[in-house]
């Protein structure tokens, strides 16, 4: 294995996968720290956790147990892969788990960028943009988890991290990779240890992939690795042919929990032509909503031409109104908890294509399935590559909330199938 990589959620590993397997690297995504060597066929493995939001300690526990694995697979380098919108809090988890990694590897710095402009996510600055809105203006600033208040990713870090923060600005960036890897230097040497690096283009980030082939460590969203599969490539060390991967058919279902913009719009669109059936936060607390009701409700509105869909995406009021009443904590378990029975349910009845959205909620599916690893499969928009169970007969999408088209849900379902994306559902 050449390059390790550590996800804090699992829609996130499986966006930084897909743009290692576009990059041409041979990739497999494990869903928690596997038990077993990898195969000697992977080049770049990707260890997903769901980390994101647990006590910072137990997230570092968990990072550096995925970076002993990593080590002894022999990689050449190591990616710290978080959300490009830096989803976290002042207190971490993305600060506690860099530091800790940094020191284990011994690395003397880590570039910290979250940009992937595919996706409208760009830093200028050291600030992080959402298309033309700064971060705290994009709607993330009322995330019901990781509310991002602060678009200066410097400051927001460093209210998290023991290590000094440093800064490479875009007239550094602009200038090339020779450039960009004197900059790092001389932050560096001024002591920082994450160096938040400016971001606007995939070229931008090209050229910083270029600046950062010796570092031992980086972190980011996954248009950081943007540039990684080439410098492999160009030292030899990647082989020819992509992956294999085919599609499923049959039983098909949607399944949603973020309450992004994104996704409601998502919603929307997909209920025009297709049954969708509200999961409300309050009867799913009451007790009044189970997930056999679901699971029962989509087995009942399956078809040949649709893609039934049972979603919990109130806005942030409302979402905040059952936080209150019932605590965040218990709102989310018992949200995450009904998708992933729900999916258990439909496993269990042949469902063999699984859409879902938001990072939380994935994370829950995929440890309620108990999946063990994916295979990387094409692409169906920006950040969600369609997977299939290693070794097993479902496919999947998990999506973050925030990305996608809106006909996102019908067009995953297509390619899951195997379809192209001008095919029908």
């Not at 990707?46 to 550096?64: E, G, H, Y």
């Not at 600030?127 to 990713?153: K, N």
């Not at 001024?190 to 980030?205: E, M, Q, S, W």
């Not at 998502?266 to 607390?285: C, G, K, N, S, Y």
Request: aromatic share 6%.
């Amino acid at each position: 294995m050449l390059l390790g990589c550590i996800g804090d959620d699992f829609t996130g590993s499986s966006d930084l996968a897909n743009m290692l397997a576009k990059g041409g690297m041979r990739v497999t995504q494990y869903n928690g720290i596997p038990d077993t060597p990898a195969e000697p066929h992977v080049e770049a493995g990707v260890v997903a956790l769901k980390s994101r939001t647990i006590p910072a300690a137990d997230a570092v526990d968990q990072s550096l147990a995925a970076l002993r694995w990593l080590r002894a697979q022999g990689c050449r380098q190591y990616l710290f892969k978080y959300c490009s919108t830096f989803d976290s809090t002042p207190e971490g988890n993305i600060g506690p788990v860099l530091d800790a990694l940094s020191e284990a590897l011994d690395a003397p710095r880590a570039v910290v960028c979250p940009a992937f402009p595919a996706t409208g996510r760009s830093v200028y600055q050291g600030h992080l943009f959402v298309f033309d809105r700064l971060l705290s203006e994009s709607g993330m600033e009322a995330h019901p988890l990781t509310p991002m208040t602060d678009p200066d990713i410097r400051r927001w870090l460093a209210r998290q991290s023991r290590l000094p923060v440093g800064h490479v600005a875009y007239g550094d960036i602009v200038e090339g990779a020779d450039a960009i890897a004197a900059a790092l230097d001389r932050e560096t040497a001024a002591g920082a240890r994450h160096i938040v690096t400016d971001a606007v283009t995939d070229g931008d980030l090209m050229e910083t992939g270029r600046a950062l082939r010796g570092d031992a460590l980086l972190s980011g969203g996954s248009g950081i690795a943007l540039g990684l599969p080439r410098n492999f490539r160009e030292d030899g060390l990647l082989r020819e042919g992509g992956q294999d991967w085919s599609g499923a058919a049959g039983t098909v279902a949607a399944l949603c929990g973020s309450c992004s913009k994104a996704s409601r719009e998502q919603i929307a669109v997909h209920a025009r032509d297709h049954p969708a059936m509200e999961a409300a936060a309050r009867d799913i607390l009451s007790g009044s909503l189970a997930a056999e009701d679901a699971a029962a409700w989509i087995l009942d509105h399956r078809a040949e031409d649709t893609v039934p869909l049972v979603y919990s995406s109130a806005d942030p009021q409302e979402v905040a109104r059952a936080q209150e009443e019932y605590g965040r904590e218990h709102t989310a378990a018992a949200i995450e908890a009904f998708f992933a029975r729900t999916a258990t349910l439909l496993a269990g009845a042949g469902l063999r294509r699984l859409i879902v959205a938001g990072g939380e909620t994935s994370g829950a599916v995929v440890s309620g399935l108990a999946i063990p690893a994916f295979e990387i499969g094409p692409e169906i928009d920006p950040g969600v590559p369609a997977l299939k169970v290693a070794g097993g007969d479902l496919a999947m999408a998990l999506k973050s909330g925030n990305f996608g088209a809106p006909d996102f849900f019908a067009k995953a379902a297509r390619i899951l199938a195997g379809q192209s994306q001008g095919g029908q559902s």
